[in-house]
């Protein structure tokens, strides 16, 4: 995104401009299309990942967009067909998250039934929040004093 808004500059009121805005249009479109194939068929679904590929497929479109008022023209063939494309590989994507979510995502409750941690799981990385209202000490696994138990995940 970056790079785009820096060769708008450098090139602003020049032919080059508009060569330059094609070739990050296609460049931007076909990493979308690598990072989408690595999410689904890759196995390398991340919330990093789905977040950069939803940034990524909205600014592609806002360039569609731009580039369709710097044209001059009333063509809004490629940004309709970039929508509808994008939308379809989105909800293909948000089904994959939420297997993966459910897959690396642990839900502790106490026998009281407050939820005390929240652990997702990716690769060798742990993140865990501790979300119990009476702020509990997790580190030996309990809250209020009674055992934890997972709800699910894993």
Not at 5 to 23: A, G, S, T, V
Not at 46 to 55: E, H
Not at 131 to 148: F, N
Request: glycine fraction near 6%; include cysteine.
């Amino acid at each position: 995104m970056s790079e785009y808004l820096k060769r708008h500059e450098m090139f602003i009121n020049d032919e080059r401009l508009q060569e330059e805005l094609q070739r990050l249009e296609r460049q931007l479109s076909e990493y979308l299309t690598k990072l989408k194939n690595s999410l689904l068929q890759d196995g390398q679904m991340s919330t990093r990942g789905f977040k950069i590929w939803v940034n990524g497929a909205s600014f592609h479109v806002q360039m569609l967009i731009h580039k369709v008022r710097l044209d001059n023209t009333n063509n809004v063939h490629p940004i309709s067909a970039a929508i509808d494309a994008y939308l379809g590989d989105l909800d293909k994507l948000v089904e994959e998250y939420k297997t993966y979510k459910t897959r690396v995502t642990s839900v502790y409750t106490s026998d009281c039934g407050d939820i005390c941690q929240v652990s997702e799981t990716s690769g060798t990385f742990v993140s865990s929040r501790v979300l119990c209202p009476e702020r509990c000490t997790v580190s030996d696994g309990a809250c209020r004093g009674t055992s934890w138990t997972e709800t699910w995940g894993h």
